[in-house]
């Protein structure tokens, strides 16, 4: 069973903190994707990666970065936590190119709480 | 700007009731749409592609390009069809080489007994 993994389920963080989130795929995929859930606002995106060690903002890069190190990882940092980053995160991954049919492959989600 | 619009946050039917989740899109192209659903304490994954004209669990989606649609439709709803839908939209030759997807906001559909 292809899966994508996220290590966190549930954080609890200070304001200010670095937190890191991590994401897994063992589908061999090039593409990973962060987005970030939010009631009434959808999915919005952070960033993407379409290789390893490349890497372009999405549509909120503002507050966050990423590091991809190994193809099958990708994660996402807040090098300083604010309470408006209180979200839930979804790591995807997908296939790239012509190969891609746009199906994205969801983790299951981290839900992030900054006090 | 692309942009996905859903305008509906909750939709609530009776079981049996016939189900229409609305999407609208804005882009002057072609782009692809897709729907996604995420069941509760499921991943979200997807449902169909406009591409594939599929019925998947007994729903179809037309993409309509005059009137930049692509609404989801079910003749009749199940209580498990309850879940939270997106429709999302991807444009081709631009980010076909990412797979990067434009969501919207998401539609909560409540299937009553």
């Known amino acids: 069973d292809v899966k994508v993994t996220q290590s966190s389920r549930y954080l609890v963080k200070r304001t200010g903190e670095k937190v890191f989130l991590e994401c897994v795929q063992d589908?061999?995929?090039?593409?990973m994707f962060w987005y970030r859930q939010d009631p009434g606002l959808g999915l919005r995106l952070i960033y993407f990666?379409?290789?390893?060690?490349?890497?372009e903002k999405g549509d909120i890069p503002e507050g966050y970065s990423v590091s991809r190190e190994k193809k099958e990882r990708f994660s996402l940092i807040l090098e300083s936590a604010s309470t408006n980053q209180t979200s839930m995160y979804l790591c995807?991954?997908?296939?790239?190119?012509?190969?891609?049919?746009?199906?994205?492959?969801f983790g299951e989600g981290s839900r992030l709480t900054v006090l | 700007a692309q942009r996905v619009t859903q305008p509906e946050k909750l939709l609530s039917v009776f079981k049996g009731a016939p189900v229409e989740l609305k999407c609208n899109y804005s882009?002057?192209?072609?782009?692809?749409l897709f729907w996604y659903v995420q069941y509760s304490r499921q991943r979200l994954q997807l449902l169909l592609r406009?591409?594939s004209r599929e019925s998947i669990k007994g729903f179809t989606a037309d993409l309509n390009k005059g009137e930049t649609s692509f609404h989801l439709k079910k003749p009749f709803a199940q209580e498990e069809d309850s879940a939270m839908y997106y429709c999302?939209?991807?444009?081709?030759?631009?980010?076909?080489?990412?797979?990067?997807?434009?969501f919207g906001q998401g539609t909560t559909l409540q299937v009553k007994p």
């Open positions: 995807a991954s997908s296939k790239p190119g012509l190969a891609s049919t746009g199906e994205l492959f």
């Open positions: 589908m061999d995929h090039e593409n």
């Open positions: 990666s379409y290789d390893v060690k490349m890497k």
């Open positions: 882009y002057s192209g072609s782009p692809e």
């Open positions: 406009h591409i």
């Open positions: 999302a939209l991807r444009w081709p030759r631009v980010s076909s080489n990412t797979g990067k997807l434009i």
